[in-house]
C-alpha cells in the first residue's frame, strides 16, 4: 500500500455504497485500485498520463473520476460518511461559512464551448445504488468559462470555492463558482446543499444548530434567510451598516444580535479550506470541466471525513 492509498478499513467504509456494473463489459476494473489513483493525483497534482503503472491505465482511471464527478457518485459517497458520523454523535452542527480562492493553471483553460451531447434513450443521469449502474452523464455545460466556474478575480484566473464546515473543521457542502463572484450570492446555495442522511427512517438533515460567517455575508437577505429557517446566527456588521441604522435613529430598528464567544468558532471553516488545500489539485485547479473539479474536491472532502 503507498502513501495516501486507502487503508482497509477505510476501504470497507466505501465498498458498500460503490457501484458494482457499467452494462458495457460486465463488472468495473478493480474500484480500490482506481479510487487509489484518483486519490493519488488528487493529493499531488500529478498530471493524469503520469499515473504510476500500478493504478492501472491511467485513462481508466481518468474516465471513472470524470463519470463519477458527474453522476454524483462522489457526492453520494461524501454523504454516506457523513451519515455514519451523524449516527455516531461525531458532528458539531455548529457551522461556519466561508469561500476560498483556487487559482487555475492554464491547463484549465480551453474547455469546448458547445454543449455536451444529449443523453441517449434510457440512460439515467445518477447512480441510485450500490447495484445501479452509473452512467457517463455530463452536466449542463459549454458556452465559455464562466459556466464552468473560470473567471478573473484579483488573483488573475481563478475558481472560488464556497463551502460550509462542522465544529470539527470538515466540509458538510461544496459549490464552485468563477473567482469574482460575490460570497454572498452563494450563501444560501451552500446551506442548502447539505444533506446528511439518517440512519434507518427520518429526511435528511439539513438544519445546523448555528451558523457563524465575516462580514462579507453581512446583509439583509442572508439574515432574512436564517431567520426563517430559525437557525441562530452570528455575523458581525458591517461598519457602513451601522453608520446607516445609527443616522435613521429609531427607525433604524435594534442591531443585530453578536455572540463574540460564538463568533471565535469561525476558524473552524478556515482549518478546514487549510485541511482541503493540502490536496494540490485542490490548491490548484487544472480540471477543465466545472463539475470535475468538484468531484475532484469532493473526493479530497470524503478522505478528509475518513481520516478525522
Not at 175 to 199: E, H, M, S, Y
Not at 224 to 238: A, N, Q, S, V
Request: hydrophobic content about 30%.
Amino acid at each position: 500500500m503507498g502513501r495516501g492509498d486507502l487503508t482497509n478499513g477505510e476501504w470497507e467504509r466505501l465498498r458498500p455504497f460503490l457501484p458494482v456494473s457499467n452494462r458495457r463489459c460486465g463488472r468495473w476494473r478493480d474500484h480500490r485500485q482506481v479510487i487509489d489513483g484518483i486519490l493519488h493525483r488528487v493529493r499531488t497534482g500529478v498530471q493524469w498520463r503520469d499515473l504510476p503503472e500500478r493504478f492501472g491505465p491511467w485513462k481508466t482511471v481518468y474516465e471513472r473520476h470524470r463519470l463519477w464527478s458527474a453522476d454524483g457518485t462522489w457526492e453520494r459517497l461524501l454523504q454516506e460518511v457523513q451519515a455514519a458520523a451523524d449516527a455516531a454523535g461525531e458532528i458539531d452542527w455548529d457551522i461556519a461559512v466561508d469561500s476560498t480562492i483556487v487559482r487555475a493553471h492554464q491547463h484549465a483553460a480551453g474547455a469546448r464551448t458547445d454543449p455536451p451531447p444529449p443523453l441517449k434513450r434510457g440512460r439515467t443521469p445518477r447512480t441510485s445504488g450500490r447495484n445501479a449502474m452509473a452512467e457517463p452523464a455530463r452536466p449542463a455545460g459549454g458556452g465559455g468559462a464562466g459556466v464552468e466556474g473560470l473567471g478573473r478575480s484579483r488573483g488573475g484566473f481563478t475558481t472560488k470555492l464556497h463551502l460550509s464546515a462542522d465544529g470539527l473543521c470538515r466540509p458538510l457542502s461544496l459549490l464552485v463558482t468563477p473567482g469574482q463572484r460575490a460570497d454572498c450570492t452563494q450563501f444560501k446555495p451552500v446551506l442548502d446543499k447539505i444533506r446528511v442522511p439518517r440512519r434507518g427512517l427520518g429526511r435528511p438533515r439539513k438544519k445546523p444548530k448555528s451558523v457563524a460567517a465575516d462580514k462579507a455575508y453581512s446583509n439583509s437577505p442572508c439574515r432574512d434567510y436564517l431567520r426563517r429557517r430559525g437557525i441562530r446566527h452570528t455575523i458581525p456588521e458591517k461598519t457602513d451598516s451601522q453608520a446607516a441604522r445609527l443616522r435613521k435613529g429609531s427607525r433604524g430598528g435594534r442591531p443585530p444580535g453578536f455572540d463574540d464567544e460564538r463568533y471565535k468558532k469561525r476558524n473552524t471553516v478556515e482549518r478546514a479550506i487549510n485541511r482541503l488545500k493540502h490536496f494540490r489539485a485542490v490548491a490548484t485547479r487544472y480540471d477543465k470541466r466545472g463539475y470535475v473539479f468538484l468531484g475532484t474536491a469532493t473526493a479530497a472532502v470524503v478522505v478528509i471525513w475518513l481520516r478525522t
